[in-house]
């Protein structure tokens, strides 16, 4: 059965579990907010799966991959005056 949270729930439990987190409330809204983090919502509440969360927090970092060209995310534009 899922341990369906609010996400400031999650965040408690978060907290409780490591007190010294570097993850915010902020931070965590965000990665909903931008579907990182699979969420139900449920009329004006938000609810996470609170295992998913640590799943997704439990996998190693993946830094974005530099394109084949050599060039990173940012890239030249022109600019005609």
């Known amino acids: 059965?899922?341990?369906?949270?609010?996400?400031?729930?999650?965040?408690?439990?978060?907290?409780?579990?490591?007190?010294e987190t570097a993850l915010t409330l902020c931070a965590l809204r965000r990665l909903v907010k931008d579907g990182s983090i699979p969420s139900v919502h449920t009329g004006r509440k938000v609810l996470v799966d609170y295992d998913q969360l640590l799943a997704y927090l439990s996998r190693p970092f993946q830094p974005e991959e530099v394109s084949q060209s050599g060039e990173g995310p940012i890239r030249p534009i022109n600019v005609n005056l």
């Open 1 to 19: 059965m899922p341990r369906m949270r609010m996400i400031a729930d999650c965040y408690h439990l978060l907290k409780q579990e490591d007190p």
